[in-house]
Antibody, heavy 118, light 108 residues
């Protein structure tokens, strides 16, 4: 059974940093690209960042470019999101999602909540 | 970036109704269009991939069509469990993925 478990969320002041983690199991992690998708309270889904299976291809939404860094450790079956210079508008539930062969988000975690507030 | 525009943003319908949601891309995305269903407090669930292919386990009352820039999601006969928010998502640009703004389907 595929499982994606996010952690690392919490309350953080504007301008500070936070690192999210996603622990994956139930599939061959290093065969797949992985992504982060966020959802602000009461709002829609927003793609944040994605990383290919070997970290050779990485992309970011314009809203986080230069502030967030995605990475993965295939030996640990883990995905990360380093978030720097956090802003109030980064407040959201952050989902880790597996990117399947059909270019879909076929599995999602339950999300970790990041709240940016003073 | 490729912009995805869904319509309507909200919709009221009754059990048994046929419902159609549309999604338009700002440029051609071939058939790299997926549909998701999200219920309150839950992660999104994949319904349709590649514009018209039904994800395993999804009821056949859900269907998708379209290619290029215009796409539709149709629910042929609404069931109580179908009241949720629906999102389209393009994966033509795999490191510039975008979602539609969502369509909230409510009970009339």
């Amino acid at each position: 059974e595929v499982q994606l478990v996010e952690s690392g969320g919490g309350l953080v002041q504007p301008g500070r940093s936070l690192r999210l983690s996603c622990a994956a199991s139930g599939f061959t992690f290093d065969d797949y690209a992985m992504h982060w998708v966020r959802q602000a309270p009461g709002k829609g889904l927003e793609w944040v960042s994605g990383i290919s299976w070997n970290s050779g291809s990485i992309g970011y939404a314009d809203s986080v470019k230069g502030r967030f860094t995605i990475s993965r450790d295939n030996a640990k079956n883990s995905l990360y999101l380093q978030m720097n210079s956090l802003r109030a508008e980064d407040t959201a539930l952050y989902y880790c999602a597996k990117f399947g062969w059909r270019r879909t988000f076929d599995y999602w975690g339950q999300g970790t909540l990041v709240t940016v507030s003073s | 970036d490729i912009q995805m525009t869904q319509s309507p943003s909200s919709l009221s319908a009754s059990v048994g109704d046929r419902v159609t949601i549309t999604c338009r891309a700002s440029q051609s995305i071939s058939s790299y269009l997926n549909w998701y269903q999200q219920k309150p407090g839950k992660a999104p669930k994949l319904l349709i991939y590649a514009a018209s292919s039904l994800q395993s386990g999804v009821p056949s009352r859900f269907s998708g069509s379209g290619s290029g820039t215009d796409f539709t999601l149709t629910i042929s006969s609404l069931q109580p469990e179908d009241f949720a928010t629906y999102y389209c998502q393009q994966s033509y640009s795999t490191q510039g993925i975008t979602f539609g703004q969502g369509t909230r389907l409510e009970i009339k």
